[in-house]
């Protein structure tokens, strides 16, 4: 069956540098892959999305890659903020529209 | 609109005693899901509806659990005689299936512990 992986160690990153965590994926090549934010006590808020046949998708400060011989997703946050501490979330997008979920890799900016 | 929402936010419960946890979702949205989050681990889906059908449910819930969406609109989880392994987040999410992202909107989550 299908597994998302991510790294379950935190990042530490200095403010406005760029911080890239990875997702990957064990078997087949998800249709979708979605990134989400969770904040503590929140529920995940959706941030990206990106297409088995897309190579990359960007928003704002956001960038997602998707690497089907790699069987990886990457997700940057460029020029980081303290607000962008969190839990950063990624999902596979499966029948029915459920989602199976990596375990999340939070990520910790600093001043 | 105000968004997906849970009630309650905590729930502190003994072994052994039933539980309900109930969801509002987005008015416009014909899905909703049930997820489980336990603490550093990602959500686990557990159910889906669309309208009022209950379509899947993973093999994580048990007999124990029973979820239902009457008349489409809110819906409930409830777990019967609850064990400390219940102890976690429940998440519920809608989405509407009008166009291709179906991009799935959480609310804030149920808090469980069970004693």
């Known amino acids: 069956s299908q597994k998302i992986e991510q790294n379950s160690e935190a990042l530490n990153i200095q403010e406005g540098k760029t911080a890239t965590l990875t997702c990957n994926y064990t078997?087949?090549?998800?249709?979708?892959l979605q990134w989400y934010r969770q904040d503590p006590g929140r529920g995940p808020v959706f941030l990206l999305l990106?297409?088995?046949?897309?190579k990359e998708k960007r928003k704002e400060r956001l960038k997602v890659t998707f690497d089907t011989t790699l069987k990886q997703s990457l997700f940057h946050i460029t020029a980081s903020q303290p607000a962008d501490s969190a839990t950063y979330l990624c999902?596979?997008?499966?029948?029915?529209?459920?989602?199976?979920f990596g375990g999340g890799t939070r990520v910790l900016v600093k001043p | 609109d105000t968004g997906v929402s849970q009630n309650p936010r905590h729930k502190i419960t003994k072994r052994g005693q039933n539980v309900t946890f109930r969801c509002d979702p987005i008015?416009?949205?014909?899905?909703l899901y049930w997820y489980r989050q336990t603490l550093g681990q990602g959500p686990e889906f557990l159910t889906y509806?669309?309208?009022?059908?209950?379509?899947?449910k993973s093999r994580l819930l048990s007999d124990r659990f029973s979820a239902e969406r009457p008349k489409g609109s809110f819906s409930t989880l409830e777990i019967q005689r609850t064990e400390q392994g219940d102890s976690a987040m429940y998440l519920c999410?809608?989405?509407?299936?009008?166009?291709?992202?179906?991009?799935?909107?959480f609310g804030a989550g149920t808090r469980l512990s069970v004693l």
């Open positions: 999410a809608s989405t509407t299936t009008l166009g291709f992202q179906n991009i799935q909107y």
């Open positions: 078997n087949y090549s998800p249709a979708y």
């Open positions: 990106i297409r088995e046949n897309e």
């Open positions: 999902a596979e997008r499966a029948a029915g529209n459920k989602l199976t």
């Open positions: 008015s416009e949205h014909n899905r």
């Open positions: 509806f669309q309208n009022e059908a209950q379509l899947e």
